[in-house]
């Protein structure tokens, strides 16, 4: 099993900057796959952002050249920087992991975008 830990979220003006953290249990290293997913309410949970354990990075379309995932192998951590936040990226944003098969999930940390 996997459990992930996120932390980062809060309010910020539109424009401004946000870095997401979601720290994994055990070794990224033994992790397929880690990524970020956001939901709003009334709507399906969508990718943001993903990151292999060969570090490729892949991205949704809203979000290229704004937000960029990374990892700390040895902090076992993901990050997800988010610059020029716009309001239609408000949302409940969830780390992922696939691991053996299996999506874990984290309890999701709000991000708002707001004046």
């Known amino acids: 099993q996997v459990q992930l830990v996120e932390s980062g979220g809060g309010l910020v003006q539109p424009g401004g900057s946000l870095r997401l953290s979601c720290a994994a249990s055990?070794?990224?290293?033994?992790?397929?796959?880690m990524g970020w997913y956001r939901q709003v309410p009334g709507k399906q949970r969508e990718l943001v952002a993903t990151?292999?354990?060969?570090?490729?990075?892949n991205y949704a379309d809203s979000v290229k050249g704004r937000f960029t995932i990374s990892r700390d192998s040895a902090k076992n951590t993901v990050y997800l920087r988010m610059n020029s936040l716009k309001p239609e990226d408000t949302a409940v944003y969830y780390c992922?992991?696939?691991?053996?098969?299996?999506?874990?999930w984290g309890q999701g940390t709000q991000v708002t975008v707001s004046s």
């Open positions: 992922n992991a696939v691991y053996l098969g299996h999506d874990y």
């Open positions: 055990r070794s990224i290293f033994s992790i397929t796959a």
């Open positions: 990151i292999t354990s060969g570090s490729r990075s």
